[in-house]
């Protein structure tokens, strides 16, 4: 018998016993992170301009896909990659009102292009936005 750790995508592993080559028992899985909810940006920027004010929308969705309604922890949301060193500004934290979050006066002080936000919250596992520009 043999005993084995098989990851599958980031975050989740299948603890695995393997009795021989043709026959395979899962004994337990894993999943690390913050919890079994997932935040997810539905509305993310596309592109901004330095210092002027944009929205993002973040919802918390449960490990089927559905809207987590009853989430009530602060979300936050964060620079993630920073190719122009620029700052988040505005009100960065906001309590969920109906598993979604709407952040609705950011700001990025500097100019760049990749730039992406990061949300996360306690008891879900966070989220990375897709990469935008922001111009001078």
């Not at 004010?53 to 559905?66: E, H, N, P, Y």
């Not at 109906?98 to 609705?104: C, D, L």
């Not at 700001?107 to 990749?114: K, V």
Request: aromatic share 4%.
């Amino acid at each position: 018998m043999r005993l084995r750790t098989l990851s599958l995508v980031a975050g989740l592993s299948l603890l695995v016993l393997s009795c021989d080559n043709t026959a395979t028992t899962v004994i337990g899985t894993s999943i690390a992170g913050g919890g079994s909810d997932q935040l997810v940006f539905t509305e993310e920027p596309t592109s901004a301009t330095m210092n002027a004010v944009f929205a993002v929308q973040v919802t918390v969705q449960t490990s089927s896909g559905t809207l987590d309604t009853t989430f009530t922890n602060a979300i936050t949301v964060a620079v993630g990659s920073n190719p122009g060193g620029g700052q988040l500004t505005g009100t960065t934290s906001v309590l969920p009102s109906g598993g979604v979050a709407s952040f609705t006066n950011l700001a990025i002080n500097e100019p760049g292009s990749g730039y992406t936000l990061t949300a996360s919250a306690t008891n879900a596992n966070s989220a990375t936005s897709s990469s935008f520009t922001v111009a001078q």
